[in-house]
């Protein structure tokens, strides 16, 4: 199985096990997930881009969702294989927002 030594602290392996010969090639799609600032309304009615944080979970084959990247700064983004993935982002002053997105 194939593991990353820097998972976030509370990051549960969802991993599916993936027997291989020794010398065998593996090839992995990856998709993009980028995450920007958080939009946040302001008392008079225009909207301001903040910096905020974000979480992603990813649903397993029971249907739950476990953390598998803790906090990470907004405008950025991440590479995941396919699957389904909850991503919660949060800042000052704003709601949190939580999307559920899947690849392909």
Known sequence: MLACPLAPEGAQDVGTPLPLPPNARLSVHMNRLEVDHIAVTRP???????????????????????????????????????????VTSMAPNAPTQVTTVTFP
């Open 44 to 86: 008079d009615g225009t909207t301001q881009m903040v910096a905020g944080t974000f979480a992603v979970e990813r649903k397993n084959n029971t249907g739950a969702f476990a953390k598998i990247l803790g906090t990470e700064p907004t405008h950025t983004g991440v590479d995941l294989p396919d699957g389904t993935y909850r």
